[in-house]
């Protein structure tokens, strides 16, 4: 298929999946299994994004829309986001504001994509607890952190993920960069347990 039909096609379906969710989410606090067929449908809306993101950083290279931002008031807006989207869950999401600095240099739109796909991620295997938090780097620029109490990076998955998750942070953890400094995106098991995922911006 032409390359341009498929972004056309695809842009067509992350729209009506759009409605849909609207929809769903009219209809989730009466019906239990509206719930999860909205959940299901934000799994899926959140694919397509990660899908047309990474399109975009192959075909035409993915640039940063840098601006100042609080990350508390970020992370604490992302976290409105999550608890409508994820209702009744029964993972809670706690925002560490230790080490929080008052005011960072990112792109909003895509560092939302990135901690939204890591905290998806934790999700599927943390047992009770996900710590979304953000640090200054040593080296400059911020490091935001996503740490689950699951078992940590080696566990299996009945159902394998795509594994768009990572290429997607990476993706846009490289569009971050400052002279000769990059972006990163990593996943390591915590030393007190579970997983860590760090998006490290210059």
Do not use: W
């Amino acid at each position: 298929m032409d390359p341009k039909l498929a972004a056309i096609i695809i842009h067509d379906i992350k729209n009506s999946l759009g409605v849909l969710e609207g929809e769903l989410r009219s209809l989730s606090d009466d019906v239990p299994r509206v719930q999860q067929a909205h959940v299901t449908c934000l799994a899926l809306q959140e694919k397509l994004i990660a899908f047309l993101t990474l399109y975009k950083a192959d075909s035409q290279g993915l640039r940063a829309q840098v601006e100042a931002v609080s990350p508390l008031d970020f992370l604490e807006a992302l976290l409105r986001e999550q608890a409508v989207g994820r209702n009744g869950q029964g993972v809670e999401v706690k925002l560490d504001e230790t080490d929080m600095p008052l005011i960072g240099f990112f792109d909003e739109h895509l560092v939302s994509l990135a901690l939204e796909a890591a905290l998806q991620n934790a999700s599927r295997f943390a047992c009770t607890r996900i710590e979304l938090g953000c640090r200054k780097n040593p080296a400059g620029g911020l490091v935001f952190t996503v740490r689950d109490d699951g078992p940590g990076i080696g566990a299996q998955e009945k159902k394998q993920s795509t594994g768009l998750g990572m290429d997607l942070c990476n993706a846009i953890a490289t569009a971050h960069n400052k002279e000769n400094q990059q972006g990163e995106a990593r996943l390591s098991s915590h030393p007190d347990g579970g997983a860590l995922f760090e998006l490290i911006l210059p």
